[in-house]
């Protein structure tokens, strides 16, 4: 099935570095959501972006709905070690039905060193 | 409880088997969807309800797999005759679908092995 592209696939950092990671589709969405995903866990919605152009944030994170409807990205600043995990951007046609489903990116993992 | 459950959280079958997998939404969400996660793979979506009626089951691998949710809660998830590429984390997601809100809310996960 359809997924999108994130990148980058891994990363390791330091604590108290920054950090981005991105997606990018061939498809336009009319909604991007970004998920935290921890082992033997479900993912955890973070944040839901609903317009393009749209800059949202939450607490340390903060994510941008690209202009193209095409692409997001998500920051995470002074980043912990409670930051560790996969990180899955998702997009959503929305506009009824089952296009509310998502697709999902392969997701980032993020290791951070204490 | 507050969130999205499912049960068993592990389930281990010989080839061959048929599971069932169950899925509590959470309390008063309309949809509800059933991702199927591969190992070091983002989850791909299944099949789709909207209260009881399954509106989209376009991601179903094959005829061996079925949902349902008779009664516009709790849905089950059941696979005929098990195969090793079934091994999988099988997710339920729920959402209110409200205004503009369309944010699903994941439970833990269903982890199937097929040996």
């Known amino acids: 099935g359809q997924q999108l592209n994130q990148s980058p696939q891994s990363m390791f950092i330091q604590e108290g570095e920054d950090v981005s990671m991105n997606c990018t589709s061939s498809s336009i969405f009319n909604t991007w959501l970004w998920y935290k995903q921890e082992p033997g866990e479900g993912p955890v919605l973070l944040i839901a972006l609903y317009k393009a152009g749209e800059l949202t944030s939450n607490g340390r994170l903060t994510a941008q709905f690209g202009i193209t409807r095409k692409d997001s990205f998500l920051n995470i600043s002074a980043s912990i070690p409670s930051d560790v995990g996969i990180y899955f951007c998702a997009g959503q046609l929305g506009s009824g039905g089952s296009n509310y489903k998502l697709t999902f990116g392969k997701g980032t993992l993020l290791t951070v060193n204490p | 409880g507050a969130g999205v459950s499912q049960s068993p959280r592990y389930k281990v079958a010989k080839r061959g088997q048929d599971v069932a997998l169950r899925c509590d939404p959470i309390?008063?969400?309309?949809?509800l969807f059933w991702y199927q996660q591969a190992l070091g793979q983002g989850p791909e979506f299944l099949t789709y309800?909207?209260?009881?009626?399954?509106?989209?089951k376009s991601g179903l691998p094959s005829d061996r797999f079925f949902a349902e949710r008779p009664e516009g809660s709790v849905s089950t998830l059941k696979i005929q005759r098990t195969q090793q590429e079934d091994s999988a984390v099988y997710l339920c997601a729920s959402s209110l679908v409200q205004g503009v809100t369309y944010e699903q809310y994941f439970g833990p996960g269903t982890r199937l092995t097929v040996t």
């Open positions: 309390s008063g969400h309309v949809s």
């Open positions: 309800f909207q209260n009881e009626a399954q509106l989209d």
